[in-house]
């Protein structure tokens, strides 16, 4: 009997371990380009013991098979937030309260709102508090979005115009730069300053508009855009949050895929945990300016393959593990929904999805980022290209930025309505 | 020396005129008239260390006209009223702490078959005929000095650790909210003779030599303080608005082809409105709560030309009785008088806010200008107006709501639609009908208490901004008639611009009529050579006496399809 029971518990071990060995996938090499041609030999592989099919979210993989997405993979590495980020982080543990009823969170100073380790999946509030982490000062205190221009790219045609732009966005709480934490009163979040500089029908329009430090959203926007024909500034609704770049097809909500505090959606939703492929770790040199107006300018895009506007060959991806949090944006925004995909250590989107008041697919967001040593030598890592892919009409508004953190010598007046009339001259 | 440059600038106008915006297309396409450093250290995109940067355009204009007009012999219908030729360059230099401007353009204009008839009949209304002003005709659109050419340079700079931003040069200083008209923009002039006022306001603004402070008190006080004074270094051309008195395509109706500068002058010397004397003004700004606000004073010149009647054998003889009284000093001009712009002092408040509750921005003005100088009197003479100046406390005010339409799921613009409807009056103060005060001198239209224009527009984009159309109305609820304006711009690139635009006017019925319609009755019933002793079968240049066309009866024939073609560089 025993010696049946033994047997038995023999083949039983040799199946438990057998069956998962035999079915253990082959690992694809790191430097594999996955494409339309190798997505069916690759996608049940794994990368770093992940399946790859399982780390292409969203609409990835359709990218891949009908409109010529390439992904070349390299191995994951760790990306550090500054230690003072981080620290604050823990700090807030103490003190910061998230508050059901009309999903404000109080009592925050700096770094996260909440430690992304506490966040449950079963919180029902969970998305609320991701995305609260992501509208304080992810990747610095003051962020300059150094040489930034919007080309407008075409699926078919390629390159058909070059914005250009000067943008900055100084926030008034949670500054880790070393000098005060909190400027002002108290009242402000961020201020933000968008000049267009070429071509010349848009230069010298702008926008400066100053977002509350109001939990509840209660208090709306105050915007301002600098009209050059005529030399004025002109307030602007406060529903302009949700309005488009210029003629872009990246919405000022669009900025860092979710630029809105989770007040001004209807409602958040965590939806997952996952690893996916994602650009944390982009080119260095982004905006190459002595190619300026050829697309070598810009070495981080694809610009000369079609369809022109997906990451360059030399751009890699790399497995990170992120949240996927869903938001239903309020009634008059122009989607019904969208979804980003963001680091679960840190506040960083690599990926979004939004969808047309009808429910339909219709833009998809893939933002390349990479670290940067502020000028105070703050560590963090941002967004340095921005693909914006409107799906309907097959064109995409790429933004491409040497996007620097904390630059030295940028004060809070210089990230003003006066500093936008100014440049915009 | 005037003509040396004037010379050097017809040659120019001549390469550049219709050929230009072509020729300059491949020039500048490589983009690479800028120098900038390729650094990723250097803030970028606007103003490093030292740098600079050249940019404009290339631009030709075409109007064509859908009317006939009475005052030229040939139909004028579908004929072009303006083939114009412009070169913009745009200059920014950076040197350290001091950063400068210089925005340069040069106009040129082909003197189209129109043009060539109102020329001719200048001749003929000139009292020096071919040899007069009309032998320089079209000079009232062309470059043709200097200071016409560099329209604005100017230095920024900034003292007191960034405290005190000075802008010292020529430029354009914009206060006031209003839109189309002016309540408290009142710091400059504008060119009103190409283009009257469907123009982008920078381009038809005359800019002027300002020394402009703006001091930042906000951590003391919580705004910050405007002023500026203009020292009186200007061109006696560039204060005041030019109304096209030239006889120009943009002189009202019935006096195309008459040039009121044969017999009359600008006079930028007179005793209440020297150019010679500075004018200056205050303005703070500041925010209650999230209400913008400002509140200013301007002394400055009065933006309409006012006529200072001479009292002279020539005015008798178009019916003017005599009792006309000059304006401080005589005219110098002893044939029909001088045009002046008086000093006027400009008390304005400005406020701005967004209403949440209804998704709109709301903007209000209010002016108060005390004294402000109106021409009156001899209306039913051939030059009414001629009475003199009078003076009058008069209240601006301008009320505005701006609104976004979110029309893309219905039409399929790619934005919100910028819709704006304004209120815009001006309220004459102790208004007395038998004051007889006029819009304009030559115009026998009694100025009402109120003056009241709606006005309202909508932008619309679609396709990325490749293809803009926008929609303007404004209408005159006190005296009737209203103006249209129907635009489409294509956007091509980087490079190129076109805009094609149809400029439309309504009125009541009301006209002034040339002398060579025998048409009407009573007042209007005036054959040539009865208007005061002038001579019984001469042509009367300045039309039939008439006293109830207003302003936009003066333009009810001038409705246009106007071509813009833009090369950008």
């Known amino acids: 009997m025993y010696m049946k029971i033994l047997a038995t518990s023999v083949v039983s071990l040799g199946l438990l371990v057998g069956a998962p060995l035999s079915s253990i996938a082959e690992e694809m090499p790191e430097g594999t380009i996955i494409n339309a041609a190798n997505l069916d030999s690759v996608i049940d592989m794994t990368f770093e013991g992940k399946r790859v099919g399982d780390m292409l979210p969203g609409k990835y993989e359709w990218m891949i098979r009908n409109h010529h997405l390439a992904i070349p993979v390299r191995h994951s590495e760790p990306v550090p937030m500054d230690e003072k980020y981080m620290s604050w982080t823990q700090k807030s543990k103490e003190t910061v309260k998230f508050n059901p009823t009309d999903r404000t969170a109080t009592g925050w100073t700096a770094g996260m709102f909440f430690d992304p380790q506490d966040v449950k999946m079963d919180d029902p509030h969970a998305g609320d508090k991701l995305i609260w982490n992501l509208r304080g000062p992810t990747y610095g205190a003051t962020m300059d979005l150094r040489h930034i221009s919007w080309v407008f790219l075409d699926a078919t045609k390629g390159m058909e115009r070059i914005q250009r732009w000067w943008a900055q966005r100084y926030y008034m709480e949670g500054r880790l730069d070393g000098g005060p934490i909190s400027e002002g009163d108290g009242s402000i979040m961020q201020k933000t300053v968008l000049v267009a500089t070429y071509p010349q029908d848009i230069k010298g329009l702008g926008i400066f508009q100053i977002r509350y430090n109001d939990p509840t959203s209660k208090t709306p926007d105050d915007t301002w855009a600098y009209l050059k024909s005529v030399r004025r500034a002109r307030r602007l609704t406060g529903s302009s949050w949700m309005d488009p770049i210029g003629g872009t097809v990246q919405l000022y909500d669009d900025w860092d895929i979710w630029d809105a505090v989770p007040t001004k959606y209807q409602s958040t939703k965590l939806l997952g945990r996952q690893w996916i492929f994602a650009i944390a770790h982009a080119p260095l040199m982004t905006v190459d300016l002595t190619y300026k107006n050829t697309i070598k300018e810009f070495p981080a895009v694809g610009m000369d393959i079609p369809p022109h506007f997906f990451p360059a060959p030399q751009v890699q991806w790399e497995p990170r593990e992120v949240f996927v949090i869903e938001g239903v944006p309020p009634v008059e925004h122009p989607y019904s929904k969208k979804t980003v995909w963001m680091e679960v250590d840190y506040p960083r989107p690599y990926y979004g999805e939004a969808l047309d008041q009808n429910g339909k697919f219709w833009k998809s967001f893939i933002f390349q980022n990479r670290r940067d040593v502020g000028d105070d030598g703050y560590l963090s890592t941002m967004p340095v290209v921005g693909h914006i892919i409107d799906w309907k009409a097959e064109f995409s508004t790429t933004w491409s930025s040497n996007m620097k953190a904390n630059p030295a010598g940028v004060e809070a007046d210089d990230v003003t309505l006066k500093k936008l009339i100014s440049i915009a001259k | ?569």
């Not at chain 2, 050929?19 to 995109?45: I, N």
């Not at chain 2, 209003?178 to 800019?207: C, I, T």
């Not at chain 2, 209010?366 to 001899?378: D, H, L, R």
């Not at chain 2, 100046?389 to 339409?405: A, C, N, Q």
């Open chain 2, 1 to 569: 020396m005037k003509k040396y440059n004037s010379n050097i600038l017809k040659t120019m106008g001549f390469l550049l005129c219709f050929g230009g915006t072509f020729a300059t297309s491949s020039a500048f396409a490589d983009g690479h008239l800028a120098s900038e450093p390729s650094c990723d250290t250097c803030t970028g995109g606007y103003g490093e260390e030292w740098s600079w940067q050249i940019s404009g355009y290339a631009r030709t204009y075409f109007g064509m006209g859908l009317e006939d007009h009475e005052e030229t012999p040939e139909d004028d219908k579908f004929d072009l009223t303006m083939a114009r030729a412009t070169l913009l360059i745009d200059t920014d230099i950076y040197t350290g702490p001091v950063s400068w401007k210089i925005v340069s353009r040069f106009d040129r204009e082909y003197k189209t078959d129109y043009m060539d008839s109102l020329q001719r009949i200048t001749a003929g209304t000139s009292t020096a005929g071919e040899a007069g002003s009309s032998n320089n005709y079209m000079d009232q659109y062309n470059t043709n000095h200097l200071q016409e050419f560099f329209r604005e340079y100017y230095a920024d700079f900034s003292l007191f650790d960034g405290k005190l931003n000075m802008r010292v040069g020529k430029q354009q200083l914009v206060w006031g909210e209003s839109d189309f008209f002016q309540a408290m923009d009142l710091v400059h002039g504008f060119d009103y003779r190409w283009r009257l006022f469907f123009e982008n306001n920078e381009d038809w603004r005359k800019p002027l030599f300002l020394v402009n402070f703006d001091l930042d008190l906000y951590d003391e006080l919580g705004g910050s303080l405007n002023f500026f004074i203009r020292p009186g270094l200007d061109r006696d051309d560039d204060v005041g608005s030019n109304y096209n008195i030239e006889g120009g395509r943009w002189i009202p109706h019935p006096y195309r082809g008459v040039d009121f500068t044969a017999f009359t002058d600008y006079n930028a010397d007179h005793t209440d409105g020297s150019q010679d004397d500075p004018t200056f003004g205050f303005r703070w700004n500041s925010e209650i709560g999230s209400i913008g606000y400002s509140v200013a004073f301007l002394r400055t010149f009065n933006p309409t030309p006012m006529m200072n009647p001479a009292n002279s054998a020539s005015t008798a003889l178009f019916g003017v009785d005599g009792t006309q009284s000059h304006f401080s000093e005589a005219a110098e001009n002893g044939v029909l008088g001088d045009w002046i712009y008086p000093h006027i002092n400009v008390f304005g408040v400005s406020a701005n806010g967004y209403a949440q509750a209804i998704d709109s921005t709301l903007s209000a003005e209010v002016a108060f200008i005390p004294n402000k100088p109106f021409n009156f009197g001899q209306l039913a003479s051939d030059l009414p107006g001629w009475g003199g100046i009078i003076e009058k406390d008069t209240l601006v005010t301008m009320f505005r709501i701006d609104k976004e339409f979110k029309l893309g799921r219905y039409i399929g613009t790619n934005r919100p639609s910028l819709s704006s409807v304004q209120l815009f009056d001006t309220w004459i103060l102790d208004h007395s009908d038998s004051d007889e005060i006029v819009e304009f001198a030559s115009f026998g239209a009694q100025k009402r208490e109120h003056t009241a224009y709606l006005t309202v527009f909508t932008l619309l984009n679609f396709k990325r901004d490749t293809i803009n159309p926008m929609f303007v109305a404004g209408t005159d609820l006190s005296n009737g008639g209203g103006f249209g304006i129907a635009a489409v711009e294509f956007v091509f690139g980087d490079d190129w611009r076109v805009k094609l635009e149809a400029d439309l006017w309504w009125n009541d019925g009301d006209k002034k009529n040339t002398a060579s319609d025998n048409i009407g009755s009573g007042f209007n019933n005036q054959t040539s050579g009865v208007g005061g002793t002038l001579a019984a079968g001469t042509s009367n240049p300045l039309g039939f006496r008439e006293g109830n066309a207003s302003l936009f009866d003066w333009f009810a024939d001038d409705n246009q399809i106007v071509l813009k073609v833009t090369r950008q560089f």
